[in-house]
């Protein structure tokens, strides 16, 4: 039995964790909360958010879009950049649309948000209403495209959107007169409107995406009488270690961030509608201590979550023991921080 040494000011935790080949795996995990002004100045908070152990969702599991999800979590293959919060109209003054983007480092993701709005059928000919002005907009899933459809009475017609099946708009049998009345989403990506009523798009949004969402879903391997027989409770064979990654689509990075990027928020702040600040630049280190060795193995950032609505985000980084096979020999992981 190991014990954990932080000497950071931020939350840490150490796990056994059993990875895809049934493998235990000592995983060290360090969590920084920080909070940033208008002035783009960022500190430690003074109240440090606890490791989160489970997936946290808006509402009810299965049924509303992730809040918070796991850190409990063995590895991830980049880093997942989140933002959970609302748009903003500028100095509070209604809008019927409004153009959101998140920046860090070289990556953007850009978000068009409308009031509400519902498909109009007259004469054969479908339109969208105006938007319903708004000043703030929440920016979940729920409001993006996607969604269920239960209407047709034959079951196998009905159906869900499998990358968002908490959404709005989406239908199996989309006629023009069926539409009439029918909600459009909220959140659109920028580059790609909805143009026409056929059109089903990627849902738009920057929060985490649930396990059972796609891309997510198709990761977790295949749990069928095979697997029942001849590997549960381990993971199945063709299990792929990218679903840890929780980060929406262009914002699950194939690399890690350093921790030093610089970040813009566009109308994403309820005070600024510009902002920008630095990430900052701290660098943690690992040591998994046994009797006769030391093992420093890197420190990788793979989650940042802004959150607007409070300045503040959260940064965690991981470290894994590079030596599984000598596992009962670990006595101590110590976890220290520069910067």
Not at 9 to 33: C, E, M, R, S, W
Not at 157 to 180: I, M, W, Y
Not at 250 to 262: H, I, N, S, T, V
Not at 294 to 304: A, E, G, H, I, M
Request: contains cysteine; charged residues 25%.
């Amino acid at each position: 039995m190991h014990v954990l040494h932080n000497k950071t000011p931020y939350a840490a935790d150490t796990f056994v964790l059993l990875d895809q080949h049934g493998t235990n795996q000592a995983v060290a995990i360090i969590k920084g909360t920080f909070i940033y002004d208008g002035e783009g100045l960022v500190k430690a908070a003074p109240d440090q958010i606890p490791l989160c152990y489970a997936d946290d969702y808006y509402g009810k599991p299965g049924g509303s879009s992730v809040r918070y999800a796991s850190d409990l979590v063995f590895e991830k293959r980049g880093t997942d950049i989140v933002l959970n919060g609302h748009a903003y109209a500028p100095h509070g003054r209604a809008v019927r649309k409004l153009d959101t983007a998140l920046m860090v480092g070289a990556h953007m993701k850009h978000v068009r948000v409308y009031g509400d709005r519902v498909w109009h059928y007259r004469l054969g000919v479908v339109t969208k209403t105006p938007p319903v002005p708004f000043v703030k907009m929440p920016l979940v899933y729920e409001r993006a495209f996607g969604g269920a459809d239960t209407s047709p009475k034959k079951k196998k017609k009905q159906g869900h959107c499998l990358e968002n099946p908490v959404g709005t708009g989406f239908r199996t049998a989309r006629t023009r007169k069926s539409l009439h009345g029918h909600p459009l989403p909220n959140l659109e990506w920028g580059t790609h409107p909805i143009q026409r009523w056929k059109d089903k798009p990627a849902p738009a949004g920057y929060g985490f995406i649930a396990p059972y969402w796609e891309p997510r879903a198709s990761r977790s391997g295949t749990y069928d009488d095979e697997w029942e027989r001849r590997r549960m409770p381990l993971l199945p064979e063709d299990f792929d270690p990218g679903f840890y990654n929780a980060g929406s689509s262009g914002f699950a990075l194939a690399e890690w961030l350093k921790g030093d990027e610089p970040v813009a928020l566009y109308n994403l702040h309820p005070d600024h509608e510009k902002l920008h600040f630095t990430l900052p630049g701290i660098t943690m280190s690992s040591a998994f201590i046994l009797d006769d060795q030391t093992y420093k193995p890197d420190v990788r950032l793979d989650t940042l979550l802004i959150e607007p609505d409070e300045s503040r985000l959260s940064m965690v980084w991981r470290a894994t023991f590079p030596k599984p096979d000598r596992l009962d020999e670990l006595r101590q992981v110590t976890v220290t921080h520069e910067g």
